[in-house]
């Protein structure tokens, strides 16, 4: 079994402004240069690594309804 290095972040975990304050949301955190995204519920479990402009490409599509949501991030 290997273990991940401790990762260094260059700016720390949050959760979107319009999160209710509980476990049940998306954090995202950056490092390096690299965003890194986890689930609140379980913030030592697994993260995955994007690119800056990836996420806010991602982040884009959510807004714009493309996933089914409202669009209302």
Not at 31 to 38: F, K, N, Q
Request: charged share 20%.
């Amino acid at each position: 079994m290997t273990t991940m290095p401790e990762t260094i972040l260059s700016r720390p975990w949050r959760k979107s402004s319009r999160s209710t304050g509980g476990n049940d949301c998306v954090e995202i955190a950056q490092a390096g240069t690299s965003c890194l995204v986890r689930d609140s519920i379980n913030p030592d479990g697994a993260r995955l690594a994007v690119r800056p402009q990836e996420w806010a490409a991602f982040i884009g599509h959510v807004k714009d309804g493309a996933y089914g949501g409202v669009g209302s991030l």
